[in-house]
């Protein structure tokens, strides 16, 4: 797992341990591609919008833990709730 910076950027070394350990791990010519393409200013970093629209136009799934998973779920719940006036509206 990594994060990103404020600018919403992760490291290559952080993206090449995460290639080292999913489930289909590309060999190391394809992995390196991988991040030649991300990387395309050379400065080290990628973006994580970058790398997870990688994912979704190779057709690749993301994993994701029962915390997350859990923090997901309250997240959509707030959203698909619906306000009520008492908890807005002072009387």
Not at 46 to 63: A, F
């Amino acid at each position: 797992m990594f994060s990103a910076d404020a600018q919403g950027r992760i490291p290559v070394k952080d993206l090449e341990k995460a290639l080292a350990v999913i489930k289909h791990k590309p060999d190391d010519v394809v992995g390196q591609a991988v991040i030649q393409k991300l990387d395309v200013d050379k400065d080290g970093f990628v973006e994580l919008e970058h790398v997870l629209g990688l994912v979704r136009e190779e057709g690749l799934g993301i994993e994701i833990d029962d915390e997350a998973q859990t923090l997901i779920g309250q997240g959509k719940e707030i959203k698909d709730s619906r306000p009520r006036k008492e908890d807005i509206v002072q009387e």
